[in-house]
């Protein structure tokens, strides 16, 4: 199973920016599909998850109001489309795969290669 996600970059604040989250390997039915992010100098953080399955999703509550995850079952992609980006939004963003239901570092079983945003105000 490979992870790459892509589609950071250097954006102001207020902008808009989508990344993607490209798999490959055997199907992810039943698997969860996540995304974290880690700042400089803070832990890795989750941010939101979706069931590749049901499409159930689940977010952090410091960006539900403006992340939206979704997913693209044929080209076995995720997407994070992030909204009203804020300087505090600057970080590396990583997706990740799981099968099981937790959204702990410990429970995802494979990371993707981070992409950096960088929010300037």
């Known amino acids: 199973v490979q992870l790459q996600a892509s589609g950071g970059g250097l954006v102001q604040a207020g902008d808009s920016l989508r990344l993607s989250c490209a798999s490959s390997?055997?199907?992810?039915?039943?698997?969860?599909m996540a995304w974290f992010r880690q700042a400089p100098g803070k832990e890795r953080e989750f941010l939101s998850k979706i069931f590749y399955t049901s499409g159930k999703i689940y977010y952090a509550d410091s960006v539900k109001d403006r992340f939206t995850i979704s997913r693209d079952k044929e080209d076995n992609t995720v997407y994070l489309l992030m909204n009203s980006l804020k300087p505090e939004d600057t970080a590396v963003y990583y997706c990740?795969?799981?099968?099981?239901?937790?959204?702990?570092?410990?429970?995802?079983?494979?990371w993707g290669k981070g992409t950096l945003v960088t929010v300037s105000s």
């Open positions: 990740a795969a799981a099968r099981s239901t937790g959204e702990l570092l410990r429970d995802m079983d494979h």
């Open positions: 390997g055997p199907t992810f039915s039943g698997w969860q």
